[in-house]
């Protein structure tokens, strides 16, 4: 029966032992609670600690940066835009024990975030043009001028009435910084800290989105169409080019060919003029024969004359 006792004792002993040691990990802080009130301060020192056993409990919470990741809300800005802003955010816990008393844990800490995350990205969105949401500066876009041309006009249409001429005065970076000085100033008493907030995702709403598209289209097709006539006036000034050159050409063979002909005919006649002197008789005859080499065919009836110079040569000739 003593044994037995003895027996039940060591191991309550060992339980309350148990009990009565937790150890704090590197990434944990804790806070001890006696029938659910919160006793001492946190405990964030990792190491071995001593609780009273099976009336104290340990709540342990990450030392870690947390995530926050915020749902796709259709927001409206200033200028009556409507967009989809997706979010996220870092944030950890500063003190456990304000946690715990405020939140309580992980979960109750995510939902609060939800309504103070959001609600001041609602604010912030509202106060500001579409323009400012989208883009972080003033700067020109860093392709060619035709393209540029066309993203502006749908920066314009985005931007309401503010024309080409769009002043980028806060920026999308600015805005991030906005909504997360204005949280951190609702978390103080929380026990918790927003380290960073940043704009995951901007998209347009559908009606928005379609209207942009139509509108880059149409920007696409007038450049399409600038860049045709651009190049049909570069076609036609090439064809006249070439036509001018090749009339050049033509005229300075031609000029070349008369200047040749000019020449064989002139050498023609310095040869003829020699042929004549030598024999005019024969010369002349030779060119009546040339003559009529022409002007007669075998459909011709020739009337000669009896002192005709080729009636009589055609006498002499005959046998």
């Not at 036509?243 to 040869?271: N, P, V, Y």
């Amino acid at each position: 029966m003593i044994r037995t006792i003895l027996l039940v004792l060591a191991v309550v002993l060992v339980l309350a032992a148990t009990q009565a040691i937790y150890i704090v990990g590197e990434s944990e802080q804790t806070v001890l609670t006696q029938f659910g009130k919160p006793i001492g301060t946190a405990v964030t020192t990792p190491g071995p600690n001593i609780k009273a056993p099976f009336v104290q409990t340990v709540h342990r919470f990450d030392k870690r940066f947390l995530e926050w990741d915020g749902e796709r809300n259709q927001l409206p800005t200033r200028d009556k835009r409507f967009i989809f802003v997706d979010t996220y955010a870092r944030w950890r816990i500063s003190d456990p024990l304000k946690f715990f008393q405020r939140l309580r844990d992980e979960r109750g800490a995510q939902s609060r975030l939800d309504d103070i995350l959001d609600g001041e990205t609602r604010n912030v969105i509202a106060r500001h043009d579409l323009i400012e949401v989208v883009r972080s500066s003033s700067r020109e876009f860093a392709i060619d001028d035709e393209d540029v041309g066309g993203l502006n006009d749908v920066d314009d249409m985005s931007a309401g009435s503010k024309g080409s001429d769009f002043v980028v005065l806060v920026g999308r970076q600015k805005l991030a910084e906005e909504v997360l000085t204005a949280s951190q100033a609702r978390t103080e008493d929380l026990g918790i800290e927003i380290l960073d907030f940043r704009f995951k995702r901007i998209n347009y709403v559908e009606a928005v989105r379609t209207e942009v598209y139509n509108r880059m289209i149409s920007e696409r097709r007038r450049i399409a169409e600038q860049f045709r006539s651009q190049g049909t006036g570069e076609a036609a000034r090439i064809n006249g080019e070439q036509e001018r050159e090749l009339a050049r050409i033509t005229s300075e063979a031609f000029r070349e060919a008369e200047l040749i002909r000019g020449k064989a005919d002139a050498t023609a006649a310095d040869i003829y003029a020699d042929a004549y002197n030598a024999n005019p008789e024969l010369y002349a005859f030779l060119r009546s024969l040339e003559t009529y080499e022409e002007i007669v065919d075998d459909k011709t009836t020739l009337m000669l004359g009896s002192d005709s110079d080729l009636f009589q040569y055609l006498e002499t000739a005959s046998p």
